[in-house]
């Protein structure tokens, strides 16, 4: 089982950054034998992937959009994990959720979640 709680959302002007992180309590496994993502959902669109950490940090992947500005990373120590999102756009104005699988995926296909944490890009 697996419980994740999504921090850092807020309002922010383009170009700014914001710093997401991801809290998770897990039972039964280590936090290190899930590979965790983020997904996010904008106004009126479907869920989108956005980026993808395997479970010892060694590899990560990220939709094209955000290649250069997003960057994921995870404590495994402090059971955490963390988008940092720089020169933000009005187009990353979403909700975005922590998720985690088993396996490392790059579509929004995760097996847990969290609630979500609310990211305004102002233009």
């Known amino acids: 089982q697996v419980q994740l709680v999504e921090s850092g959302g807020g309002l922010v002007q383009a170009g700014g950054s914001l710093r997401l992180s991801c809290a998770c309590a897990?039972?039964?496994?280590?936090?290190?034998?899930?590979?965790m993502g983020w997904v996010r959902q904008g106004p009126g669109k479907e869920r989108e992937f956005v980026a993808a950490?395997?479970?010892?940090?060694?590899?990560?992947y990220y939709t094209h959009s955000v290649k250069g500005r997003f960057t994921i990373s995870r404590d495994n120590a402090k059971n955490t994990v963390y988008l940092q999102m720089n020169s933000l756009k009005p187009e990353d104005t979403a909700v975005y959720y922590c998720?985690?699988?088993?396996?490392?995926?790059?579509?929004?296909?995760?097996?847990?979640w969290g609630q979500g944490t609310q990211v305004t890009v102002s233009s």
């Open positions: 998720a985690a699988n088993r396996m490392v995926l790059t579509t929004p296909q995760y097996s847990y």
């Open positions: 897990v039972s039964g496994r280590t936090f290190s034998s899930y590979a």
């Open positions: 950490i395997s479970g010892s940090g060694g590899a990560t």
